[in-house]
C-alpha cells in the first residue's frame, strides 16, 4: 500500500507520543506528530514495539557547543582523534551496543543500510563512549555517574532551550542539558526512545539506548546511509555543525579502514555481529539481556569475595588495609583501587619467622582488600630482619594463608587457574 507523498517536515512520526516540549521544539515537534494517524508505515518493529520514522526528524539530537567540535573533541584535536581511531579505544560493551544498533536498525528499516561505525564515530565525539567527564562505562555499557552537557541557557553561545523533561533526564528544571552518551536533548530524547536490552527501562545513559535511538534517528526519512551523500545529510541533522559532519565521518572511515569487529583483548566479554543483517532481532536483544545479567551477576559475586574494583572508590576501606598489616613483618598492601580513602596497612614484627610472612602477606591482603572497596592505601613500616629459626617439621599454609602470599606475589585473583596453581604448588 502506498501513501499520499508529504514533505518530510509533515510526514508522520510512528513512535512513542511525545512529551510536552517548549518553544520552537514544541513546534516542530506537535506539526510532525499532527499526521501521525494518516501515515503507513513500511518498517519492521524495534525490538520493544516502537518502529523507524517514516519522516526524517528535523530537529537536532545535540546542539554545537561554543570551543568544541564536540563535548569529548576540542577545537583543534580532529587530527589527533582521527588518527587514534581504533577498536582499541571503544569499551567492549559500547563496541557491541554499536555492531547491535546497526543490526537491528538495518533489519528493522531495509533502506537504511546504516555501518555500525557510523554509530560508533558519533559515540566517540559526544563522550569517548561513555567515559566524557570522569564517567566510566559499565560492563553493562551504563554511564556512571551520567553525562549531562552545559545549561543551553542561551549564554556563552548556547542555543536556549527551556526545560521540557521537568529535570527528570538532565536534573535541570530550567533548561534543558543534553544528556547521555550520545548527548541527546531530551524533547528529540522523547521521539527516539527506545529499550533495546529488554531492561524495561529507556536510558539515556545507557550505551544500548542510546546507541539504538541514534540510530533510529539517523535512520528517520529515507536517506540511504551506506553512502557519503546519506551519511552527510543524517548527520548534520543530528548535530547542525559541519565541522562535526566532517569529524564523525572521517572518525567513521578510520573505524571502517581495518578489522575492527573483534572485542578488544583484555575487556569482559560481549557479541561481535556480523556485516549480515539477516540474524533475527530477537537474538540480538536476548544478548543484550543475558550480558548485562552476567555482568550484575559477576559485580555481585566480586563484591562478595572482596574483589570487586569499583571506580567511585566510596568505602571506608579501614577494616581490610588496618587489621591485614598490623601484625606481619612484610609491609601491607598496595591501593586496590578506586579513589583515595580510608584503609591504611602497616608493617609490624614478630619473633616468629613464620609468623612474619604469614602475617606479612595477610597485611599485604588487607591493604588490596581496602584499597579494592573503599580506595586506601597502605602504609609500610620497616621491617627488621629476622632470626632464622631452624624448624625441621614443614611449615603447612592453610589455603586462605596460601591465597593470600600468592596474591603478594602478584597474581590476580581474576586468574583462577594461575591462582589455584600457586595455592597449590604452596601446600604441597
Given at each position: ?10 510526514k ?61 573533541v576540542p ?20 563496541l ?15 533502506t ?51 526545560d ?16 547521555g552518551?550520545?548527548?541527546?536533548i ?22 544500548d ?10 535512520c ?18 543530528y548535530?547542525h ?37 539477516s ?15 552476567k ?19 566510596s ?56 584499597g ?23 611449615q603447612?599454609l ?16 581474576l ?14
Open positions: 500500500m502506498t501513501s499520499k507523498p508529504m514533505s518530510r517536515r509533515n508522520a512520526f510512528a513512535l512513542v507520543p511525545i512529551a510536552l516540549l517548549s518553544g520552537v521544539w514544541t513546534a516542530s515537534l506537535v506539526s510532525a506528530s499532527a499526521t501521525a494517524n494518516t501515515a503507513s508505515s513500511t518498517n519492521s518493529a524495534l525490538p520493544d514495539g516502537t518502529t523507524v520514522p517514516n519522516a526524517a526528524i528535523e530537529v537536532p539530537a545535540s546542539v554545537p557547543v561554543p570551543g568544541v567540535i564536540a563535548p569529548a577545537q583543534g584535536a580532529a587530527d589527533s582523534v582521527v588518527s587514534g581511531a581504533s577498536s582499541n579505544g571503544i569499551p567492549s560493551p559500547a557491541a551496543a554499536y555492531q547491535r544498533g546497526a543490526q537491528i536498525i538495518d533489519a528493522a528499516d531495509k537504511c543500510n546504516i555501518p555500525w561505525e557510523l554509530i560508533g564515530a558519533i559515540g566517540r565525539v559526544e563522550s569517548d563512549h561513555g567515559r566524557y567527564g570522569g564517567n566510566t562505562l559499565t560492563d553493562d555499557g551504563v554511564s556512571k555517574p551520567g553525562i549531562f552537557g552545559i545549561p543551553l541557557n542561551g549564554k556563552n553561545g548556547t542555543q536556549a532551550i527551556n521540557t523533561d521537568g529535570g527528570e533526564l538532565d536534573q535541570d528544571k530550567v533548561y534543558d542539558r543534553a544528556v552518551p550520545m548527548q541527546f531530551p524533547s528529540t530524547w522523547q521521539v527516539v526512545k527506545v529499550d533495546a536490552d529488554g531492561d524495561g527501562k529507556r536510558n539515556p545513559q545507557d550505551m539506548d542510546a546507541a539504538l535511538a541514534t540510530a533510529v534517528y539517523l528517520s526519512g529515507k536517506d540511504n546511509l551506506s553512502v557519503r551523500k546519506g551519511q552527510e545529510a543524517a548527520v548534520y541533522r548535530n555543525s559541519q565541522d562535526y559532519v566532517n569529524l564523525v565521518l572521517r572518525i567513521m572511515e578510520a573505524y571502517s579502514s581495518g578489522d575492527y569487529t573483534a572485542v578488544p583483548s583484555g575487556t569482559n566479554g560481549s557479541t561481535s555481529y556480523s556485516p549480515s543483517y540474524t533475527q532481532i530477537d537474538r540480538s536483544y536476548k544478548v543484550a539481556k543475558e550480558r548485562k545479567a555482568a550484575a551477576k559477576a559485580k555481585a559475586k566480586a563484591i562478595a569475595n572482596g574483589t570487586y574494583k569499583g571506580g567511585s572508590g568505602g571506608s576501606g579501614s577494616s581490610g588495609g588496618t587489621s591485614g598489616g598490623s601484625t606481619g613483618g612484610v609491609p601491607g598492601g598496595t591501593s586496590g583501587g578506586g579513589l583515595p580513602g580510608g584503609g591504611t596497612g602497616t608493617g609490624g614484627t614478630s619473633k616468629n619467622p613464620v609468623g612474619d610472612v604469614v602475617n606479612g602477606v595477610a597485611g599485604a591482603v588487607g591493604g588490596a582488600i581496602g579494592a572497596t573503599g580506595g586506601g592505601a597502605s602504609t609500610p613500616k620497616p621491617t627488621p630482619t629476622p632470626t632464622p629459626t631452624p624448624d625441621p617439621v614443614k603447612v592453610s589455603y586462605a594463608d596460601a591465597k593470600a602470599k600468592c596474591i603478594a606475589q602478584g597474581i590476580s585473583v586468574d583462577v587457574n594461575g591462582l589455584a596453581t600457586c595455592i597449590a604448588n604452596l601446600r604441597n
